[in-house]
């Protein structure tokens, strides 16, 4: 791995003695948001002149999309994937205490990694275990934020710059969003990546970026922003296109209200984007309406019936004449300081079958090598018990899904979790060696960004990797 170190930005240092860094977990500050944020999920780029396919067409055969899963809170990666060598094992489990899983109850994963050290999964994922052993699914072990690679000497002697708001919710979730962890950046990596492929799409007319979660950082771009849309589907204004009489004048007034031009910027902009937002209202519910219903059944729980709405707004991409798109889900429940075992396993399980389905899902539409779903998590947490749960950490584990995945693999080192160890900050915190920038790198080139546009997404990257030089990490097939 080519490593480049660029003087592009002045980064703060920060003096970290280990009595410092233990703690050091402070909220972050919210900065305050303009007026107009609140309507980024109605901003749209205006039509071209291209026409758009007719409904009910297939997604093109080039078409490719990526599914963001936020799991909010902090998720307890090294309770997900254990070692299930007897060593390692029983370094986990002493690390971890009254946390530990049973080896006996992990699930097993067909996979030993260079060292001969064999893993389980979470006995609440069987579906995702399945996946594993079909390779159709990849671990990244011990990813985390980082502005260059560190090492535990220079964070500790303050040598090393560090990402601002460690262990902070806020800070680390936006740091994952953006992957420009020295600042609180304010447009996403996804939207960055919109910013460059939408035009792409031959339906300009519909958002790239498509939320299940409302506005969020990551589909934030310059020129594209998220489009909302709900587990039932797209919310427009309910009193447009009615057929009672009384809503037909509501509707023929607020027709005339948006269609008027205002000397006021505000109220101009906002009008426009309340009239795009129905625009793309109208075209993607005519499209959902023309879908035969797909035959995998999904489960009523929250997190499934989102994948299920993805997995049919893929199913119209063709109709929509979409290439390239993305969809953010935020799955909360994860930041588990105490009740860890009972609620972990809860929330893992229902993300688990989600993903199961949303997998039958893409095989059933012939969709399965054109997108690929990932995890990502405000940080790990630590391998030490606080007696109830555990508290906020750094470095753990991803998972990404799909048909063009490398799969059945756990990429990057997987650390050993023995307290005392060359990554162990102290208190079960592990120090990231794979970077965040590695891992999205690779999910931008898999969706088209040209090697040369990344270090404009990603200003770090070249600490960790070379733009043109392969894959970043090799979890893609590119």
Known sequence: MGHKHHDKK???????????????????????????????????????AAPRPALGA?????????????????????????????EPYNDYATSRSNVAL??????????????????????????????????????????????EPVTKTQVFNG??????????HADQARHW???????????????????????????????????????????????????????????GISVLGGTDPFEVILGQ???????????????????????????????????????TPLATQFSATGISRQMRMVAESIAIAGGLGMARQTFYIRFGGFDNHGELLNNHSARLALLSAAIGEFNQAMEEIGMSENVTTFTVSDFARTLTSNGF?????????????????????????????????DLELGNGVLLPELCTDQYFAELALWLGVDPSNLEDIFPNVGNFYTPGTGNPIGFLNL
């Open 10 to 48: 002045p980064t703060t240092r920060m003096g970290m003695s280990r009595r410092k860094f233990l703690g050091s977990a402070a909220c972050a500050a919210v900065g305050s948001t303009t007026f107009l944020s609140s309507f980024t999920s109605l901003g749209m780029m205006n039509s071209l």
């Open 58 to 86: 297939p997604p093109p055969n080039d078409y490719r999309a990526l599914v963001c899963i936020l799991l909010a809170g902090g998720n307890d990666s090294f309770n997900m994937v254990v070692p299930t060598t007897t």
């Open 102 to 147: 049973t080896s006996g109850e992990l699930l097993p994963l067909n996979y030993t990694d260079p060292d001969g050290i064999n893993y389980g999964l979470h006995p609440a994922m069987p579906e995702v275990a399945n996946l594993f052993n079909d390779g159709k699914a990849a671990f990244l072990a011990n990813i985390g934020t980082l502005i």
């Open 159 to 168: 040598t090393a710059p560090l990402p601002l708001g460690l262990q902070s």
């Open 177 to 235: 969003q953006t992957s420009i962890p020295q600042n609180r950046h304010a447009k996403g990596w996804g939207g960055k990546v919109a910013d460059i492929l939408a035009a792409g799409n031959s339906n300009q007319d519909i958002s790239m970026n498509l939320s299940l979660s409302g506005t969020n950082l990551w589909q934030a771009g310059e020129t594209v922003d998220e489009f909302t849309i709900t587990p039932q589907g797209s919310v």
């Open 253 to 291: 007034g607020l027709d005339n209200i948006l269609d008027q031009t205002y000397n006021d910027v505000l109220k101009q902009t906002y009008a426009k984007k309340v009239k795009d937002s129905q625009t793309q209202h109208e075209v993607f519910t005519a499209a959902l309406d023309d879908l």
């Open 389 to 421: 749960g555990t508290d906020h950490a750094w470095g753990g584990n991803a998972m990404v899904f799909g048909g063009a995945v490398n799969g059945g693999q756990i990429y990057g080192h997987y650390p050993s979790l023995a307290l005392g160890n």
